[in-house]
């Protein structure tokens, strides 16, 4: 493999007359990746000695991703190229066809629930990891994710594990949590994410920070239901799916997000901030004089609604 460090070369008078804008493009993106380099060493060196090895590991990540965005050029996505997503890409549930009950506890045994569990509830005005709040009655978002699992074991006789990827902001304290679980039905395991620096815009440098510092569940089975286990090893079609994602229609609460689109021939999950500014507000107003608006930036959808629409330019 060659090293990324080697790719960033000067034209020489050798070769083919270069272009003055793309060699210092090239020149700055090489300056930008070395004053990186330099910089992930230094923060580097904060780390404790218990935890160089996987610091060295999170940073080589870091640096390719970083040298691949330096590489980058224009949008992330021609708007052009963007389609809906394929026929039959989207399934509804009711065509799934349903697991027989004396099923249920094989399906279930090859079911793994990872949960992300990396935030933290700040912006709720909370401290510690955002799944230790309480949501009702004193449970917190952990506590009802252990007892949706648990009933499923329970009720099955199955085995699903709960698999919770922490961050380095939530490890410490979601490790001390998880004692009061022994007792339960539940197989619980913890895996860190990939710990990198965060970004500063203007100078493109890590934000100073020293290594290693410190739904409704009424009914469980909506959860996790064994149809759709069923569906992803059993398929109607070959070849079987490779990721399945439930998807529900959006509400008007829904304002944040993405949508699903066909990008060059595979299903990707376009995001607001792709969206070219050029594309802007259209008001929507059904039949019966409500009116809907839609924030600039946002993809329509191709959508079957009741009653007429018409589209207004402005």
Request: proline content about 6%; hydrophobic content about 35%.
């Amino acid at each position: 493999m060659v090293s990324r460090e080697m790719r960033w070369t000067r034209t020489t008078s050798s070769d083919q007359k270069s272009d003055p804008v793309v060699e210092f493009k090239s020149l700055a993106r090489r300056d930008a990746f070395e004053r990186m380099d330099s910089e992930l060493k230094i923060l580097l060196e904060t780390a404790p000695e218990d935890k160089k090895e996987e610091a060295l590991k999170n940073m080589k990540g870091f640096k390719e991703l970083f040298g691949r965005y330096l590489e980058e050029e224009g949008p992330s996505v021609l708007w052009d190229k963007i389609k809906p997503p394929p026929e039959g890409s989207i399934v509804m549930y009711d065509a799934i066809p349903e697991v027989p009950a004396s099923t249920f506890k094989e399906v279930l045994n090859k079911l793994v629930v990872i949960k992300l569990n990396g935030g933290l509830g700040t912006s709720m005005g909370c401290t510690g990891p955002k799944s230790l709040i309480s949501l009702r009655r004193d449970l917190t978002f952990l506590d009802m994710n252990v007892q949706q699992i648990e009933h499923l074991n329970n009720k099955y006789g199955c085995s699903v594990p709960l698999v919770l990827m922490n961050s380095f902001n939530t490890h410490e304290e979601t490790q001390k949590t998880l004692r009061k679980y022994k007792a339960n039905n539940v197989q619980i395991h913890c895996f860190n994410q990939s710990q990198h620096p965060r970004i500063v815009k203007e100078s493109l440098l890590p934000l100073p920070r020293l290594i290693g510092a410190q739904k409704n569940e009424s009914n469980i089975e909506c959860w996790y239901p064994p149809d759709i286990l069923n569906y992803m090893l059993n398929p109607s079609r070959s070849p079987a799916p490779e990721f399945v994602m439930e998807v529900t229609d959006k509400t008007r609460a829904d304002v944040k997000g993405g949508t699903l689109i066909e990008y060059e021939g595979k299903q990707r999950l376009l995001e607001i901030a792709q969206v070219p500014k050029e594309h802007g507000t259209v008001i929507i107003i059904a039949n019966h004089g409500e009116r809907i608006d839609i924030p600039s930036g946002s993809l329509l959808e191709n959508k079957i609604v009741s009653g007429n629409l018409r589209i207004l330019q402005h």
